[in-house]
Nanobody, 121 residues
Framework: QVQLVESGGGLVQTGGSLRLSCAASGSILGIYTMGWYRQAPGKQRELVATITNGGTTTYAESVKGRFTISRDGAKNTVYLQMHSLKAEDTAVYYC???????????????WGKGTLVTVSS
Protein backbone atom coordinates (compact mmCIF):
# COMPACT_ATOMS: atom_id res chain seq x y z
CA GLN A 1 0.00 0.00 0.00
CA VAL A 2 0.98 3.57 -0.66
CA GLN A 3 -0.17 6.41 1.55
CA LEU A 4 -0.38 9.93 0.14
CA VAL A 5 -0.83 12.98 2.34
CA GLU A 6 -1.49 16.36 0.78
CA SER A 7 -0.95 19.74 2.36
CA GLY A 8 -0.83 23.38 1.36
CA GLY A 9 -4.39 24.11 0.29
CA GLY A 10 -6.26 27.15 1.46
CA LEU A 11 -7.92 30.39 0.53
CA VAL A 12 -6.15 32.77 -1.81
CA GLN A 13 -7.16 35.80 -3.83
CA THR A 14 -7.27 35.89 -7.60
CA GLY A 15 -3.77 36.27 -8.95
CA GLY A 16 -2.18 34.79 -5.87
CA SER A 17 0.01 31.75 -5.41
CA LEU A 18 -0.04 28.52 -3.44
CA ARG A 19 2.20 25.49 -3.21
CA LEU A 20 0.74 22.07 -2.64
CA SER A 21 2.79 19.20 -1.26
CA CYS A 22 2.15 15.47 -1.33
CA ALA A 23 4.24 13.09 0.73
CA ALA A 24 4.25 9.42 -0.21
CA SER A 25 4.96 6.65 2.26
CA GLY A 26 4.56 2.91 2.56
CA SER A 27 5.35 0.62 -0.36
CA ILE A 28 6.70 3.35 -2.61
CA LEU A 29 9.07 1.14 -4.57
CA GLY A 30 7.80 0.92 -8.11
CA ILE A 31 6.00 4.27 -8.20
CA TYR A 32 6.42 5.51 -11.74
CA THR A 33 4.28 8.62 -11.94
CA MET A 34 2.97 11.06 -9.39
CA GLY A 35 0.60 13.84 -10.11
CA TRP A 36 -2.20 16.15 -9.20
CA TYR A 37 -5.83 15.99 -10.17
CA ARG A 38 -8.65 18.30 -9.16
CA GLN A 39 -12.39 18.17 -8.83
CA ALA A 40 -14.53 21.26 -8.77
CA PRO A 41 -18.10 21.19 -7.40
CA GLY A 42 -20.41 19.48 -9.86
CA LYS A 43 -17.60 18.50 -12.20
CA GLN A 44 -15.58 15.40 -12.91
CA ARG A 45 -12.10 14.91 -11.59
CA GLU A 46 -9.54 16.16 -14.10
CA LEU A 47 -5.81 15.90 -14.56
CA VAL A 48 -3.77 18.94 -13.56
CA ALA A 49 -0.17 17.79 -13.89
CA THR A 50 1.95 14.66 -13.67
CA ILE A 51 5.63 13.89 -13.36
CA THR A 52 7.43 10.63 -13.95
CA ASN A 53 10.34 9.39 -11.88
CA GLY A 54 12.49 10.42 -14.84
CA GLY A 55 11.24 13.98 -14.60
CA THR A 56 8.93 14.06 -17.62
CA THR A 57 6.00 16.37 -16.96
CA THR A 58 2.56 16.83 -18.44
CA TYR A 59 0.10 19.64 -17.81
CA ALA A 60 -3.50 20.40 -18.51
CA GLU A 61 -3.81 23.17 -21.08
CA SER A 62 -5.66 25.31 -18.57
CA VAL A 63 -2.70 25.45 -16.19
CA LYS A 64 0.26 25.56 -18.57
CA GLY A 65 2.51 28.50 -17.81
CA ARG A 66 0.94 29.03 -14.39
CA PHE A 67 1.52 25.75 -12.53
CA THR A 68 4.73 23.81 -12.07
CA ILE A 69 5.00 20.25 -10.82
CA SER A 70 8.20 19.00 -9.26
CA ARG A 71 9.39 15.96 -7.37
CA ASP A 72 11.87 15.41 -4.57
CA GLY A 73 12.90 11.77 -4.78
CA ALA A 74 14.81 11.86 -1.53
CA LYS A 75 11.73 13.03 0.35
CA ASN A 76 9.24 11.03 -1.74
CA THR A 77 7.32 14.24 -2.16
CA VAL A 78 5.72 15.92 -5.14
CA TYR A 79 4.90 19.60 -5.27
CA LEU A 80 2.53 21.74 -7.28
CA GLN A 81 3.49 25.40 -7.41
CA MET A 82 0.52 27.44 -8.54
CA HIS A 83 0.74 31.04 -9.70
CA SER A 84 -1.74 33.50 -11.17
CA LEU A 85 -4.61 31.61 -9.63
CA LYS A 86 -8.07 32.10 -11.05
CA ALA A 87 -11.52 31.51 -9.64
CA GLU A 88 -11.86 28.51 -11.94
CA ASP A 89 -8.90 26.87 -10.20
CA THR A 90 -11.10 26.43 -7.14
CA ALA A 91 -11.35 22.71 -6.45
CA VAL A 92 -10.28 19.87 -4.24
CA TYR A 93 -6.81 18.85 -5.37
CA TYR A 94 -5.90 15.19 -5.13
CA CYS A 95 -2.48 13.65 -5.19
CA UNK A 96 -2.07 10.53 -7.28
CA UNK A 97 0.62 7.89 -7.52
CA UNK A 98 0.77 5.25 -10.21
CA UNK A 99 2.73 2.20 -9.23
CA UNK A 100 3.79 -0.84 -11.21
CA UNK A 101 3.52 -3.90 -9.01
CA UNK A 102 6.24 -6.41 -9.69
CA UNK A 103 6.78 -9.14 -10.60
CA UNK A 104 3.21 -9.35 -11.84
CA UNK A 105 3.59 -6.16 -13.86
CA UNK A 106 0.19 -4.61 -13.29
CA UNK A 107 -0.45 -0.99 -12.43
CA UNK A 108 -2.25 0.48 -9.45
CA UNK A 109 -3.44 3.98 -8.70
CA UNK A 110 -3.30 5.45 -5.23
CA TRP A 111 -5.03 8.63 -4.10
CA GLY A 112 -4.71 11.08 -1.27
CA LYS A 113 -7.74 12.46 0.54
CA GLY A 114 -7.47 15.83 -1.15
CA THR A 115 -6.82 19.40 -0.15
CA LEU A 116 -9.18 22.28 -0.87
CA VAL A 117 -8.00 25.27 -2.86
CA THR A 118 -10.36 28.23 -2.93
CA VAL A 119 -9.60 31.22 -5.12
CA SER A 120 -11.68 34.27 -4.30
CA SER A 121 -12.23 37.21 -6.58
Amino acid sequence: QVQLVESGGGLVQTGGSLRLSCAASGSILGIYTMGWYRQAPGKQRELVATITNGGTTTYAESVKGRFTISRDGAKNTVYLQMHSLKAEDTAVYYCNAFKVVMPEGYGMDYWGKGTLVTVSS
